[in-house]
Nanobody
Framework: QVQLVESGGGLVQAGGSLRLSCAAS????????MSWHRQAPGKQRELVAV???????NYADSVKGRFTISRDNAKNTVYLQMNSLKPEDTAVYYC?????????WGQGTQVTVSA
């Protein structure tokens, strides 16, 4: 059974930092492209950052220079370091694992940034 379990969300003041983690099980983690997405109330889910199985990364323009995605294949975990947080970063953050027809989602973790 595939599981993606996010953690690390919470309430933080603007300008602060949070580190999200997503622990995966039931997949060959090192072969999957991992990504973080977010969904704010009343908005569509959007891609935040992605890291390929080779370690290549890509970011949404809105988070470039502030967020860093990384992965630890030995721990089957992907991270999202979020710095200089803004109120507009408030959303539920979801982890995704993708490879060919595989497309798995975590349950999400709430991030709230107060002004």
């Amino acid at each position: 059974q595939v599981q993606l379990v996010e953690s690390g969300g919470g309430l933080v003041q603007a300008g602060g930092s949070l580190r999200l983690s997503c622990a995966a099980s039931g997949i060959i983690f090192s072969l999957h492209t991992m990504s973080w997405h977010r969904q704010a109330p009343g908005k569509q889910r959007e891609l935040v950052a992605v890291i390929g199985n080779s370690g290549s990364t890509n970011y949404a323009d809105s988070v470039k220079g502030r967020f860093t995605i990384s992965r630890d294949n030995a721990k089957n975990t992907v991270y999202l370091q979020m710095n200089s947080l803004k109120p507009e970063d408030t959303a539920v953050y979801y982890c995704n694992a993708r490879r060919f027809v595989d497309n798995y989602w975590g349950q999400g973790t709430q991030v709230t940034v107060s002004a």
